[in-house]
Each structure stands twice: as C-alpha cells, then as structure tokens.
C-alpha cells in the first residue's frame, strides 16, 4: 500500500488533481491493524502539502467499519477531507452528509466562510450499502426469488442516485454532478 500510495500523490502532484474521490476500501478489514491505519494516515497526511489539492471525499466500502469512518469525520473536515462512513444516516437530512460540494481552487478559503459560495461541482458520495437499509430482506416474501432480491436492489440504488442527483440538482443547480459509489 505505501508504494501504491506514494506513486498516487506523486501522480496528484503532476497531474495537478484538485479533487481526490476514494470510493471504499480504505482498509482491507473492518478493524484494521495500527500499521496499516498509520498508512493511510500518514498518505492522507503527506496530501495535505499538496498545494493544488483541495478537497477529498471518502465513502466508506464492504471492507471498512463503517462506524469507524464516522468517527474520523469531525476530525477530518478539519482537512477538507468529507467521509461519509455510515448508511445509516438516510433521514430527512442525509443529503448534507451524502451531496458534497466542491469549490473551485479560487475559493478553497472562501466556501468555509461564505455560504453563498457557487460550487463548481457535487459529488453524490454513496457508501456501501447493506440491502436492508434500502428496505429489502433476502427473506421477504414479497420479493421472491434471488434474481428478485437483485432486481430490488437494483431498482433501489437506481432511486437512491437518482433522489442525491435531484437534491445536488436542486441546491446547487450550476454545478456538475458526480456520482460514487462503493457497489
């Protein structure tokens, strides 16, 4: 992983990215071990000089604790690092953790400061998602079959992109939209 890591920032530094989208898997396991924590803090830390680098948005994936990723999150924004760890948060409010603006270079000390700062674009940040939180049981009589069960999971996630694009849409209608997802 380090080499892996230290060819990415090198990469991110000729390339000028702006923006880096991790979209799960930041662990290989749930409980990671310390060193391998220390990895990928020590690479997202090595980013943070990286001038041209602004933003970093990380959704949680099938590997990671999603649980864990939540209480990185508060300490992370501190450096423009969004996560959103957990699925747990779909309610009324969810598209504030999971439709994440991205400003411009220009404005990266604007936006915290200014809300009415235009975003240039939004990401859609979807972590992993277990088919129970969609409202699906395997063993729901009301789907049926396997091929049942996928079709429904199917039609969820397609419902779910679709409500985070009409919300981006709606509060941010000038900015791109990019969708992620850990599937």
């Given at each position: 992983?380090?080499?892996?890591?230290?060819?990415l920032?090198?990469?991110?530094?000729?390339?000028?990215?702006?923006v880096?989208?991790?979209?799960g898997?930041?662990?290989?396991k749930a409980?990671?071990?310390?060193?391998?924590?220390?990895v990928?803090?020590?690479f997202?830390?090595?980013?943070?000089?990286?001038?041209?680098?602004q933003?970093?948005v990380?959704?949680?994936?099938?590997h990671?604790?999603?649980s864990?990723?939540?209480?990185?999150?508060?300490?992370?924004?501190?450096?423009?690092?969004?996560i959103?760890?957990?699925?747990?948060?779909?309610?009324?409010?969810?598209?504030?953790d999971?439709?994440?603006?991205?400003?411009?270079?220009?404005?990266?000390?604007?936006?915290?400061?200014d809300?009415?700062?235009?975003?240039?674009?939004?990401?859609?940040?979807?972590?992993f998602?277990?088919?129970?939180?969609?409202?699906?049981?395997?063993?729901?009589?009301?789907?049926?079959?396997?091929?049942?069960?996928e079709?429904?999971?199917?039609?969820?996630i397609?419902?779910?992109?679709?409500?985070?694009?009409?919300?981006?849409?709606?509060?941010y209608?000038?900015?791109?939209?990019?969708?992620?997802?850990h599937?």
């Amino acid at each position: 992983h380090r080499r892996l890591f230290h060819w990415l920032c090198d990469e991110i530094k000729k390339q000028e990215i702006h923006v880096l989208l991790i979209s799960g898997d930041l662990f290989d396991k749930a409980q990671p071990r310390p060193d391998a924590q220390r990895v990928v803090f020590d690479f997202l830390a090595k980013l943070q000089n990286v001038d041209h680098l602004q933003q970093i948005v990380i959704t949680a994936g099938n590997h990671d604790s999603a649980s864990q990723m939540e209480a990185y999150k508060r300490l992370f924004s501190k450096f423009d690092i969004h996560i959103v760890g957990a699925d747990s948060n779909i309610n009324e409010d969810w598209y504030k953790d999971w439709v994440v603006p991205l400003y411009h270079p220009s404005q990266k000390s604007e936006h915290h400061n200014d809300v009415k700062a235009e975003p240039c674009a939004v990401v859609s940040a979807v972590p992993f998602v277990l088919e129970y939180r969609l409202g699906l049981r395997q063993y729901n009589s009301d789907i049926g079959s396997q091929n049942d069960l996928e079709n429904a999971f199917k039609k969820a996630i397609r419902k779910l992109y679709k409500d985070l694009a009409d919300v981006a849409q709606s509060n941010y209608p000038n900015a791109k939209l990019i969708a992620m997802g850990h599937l």
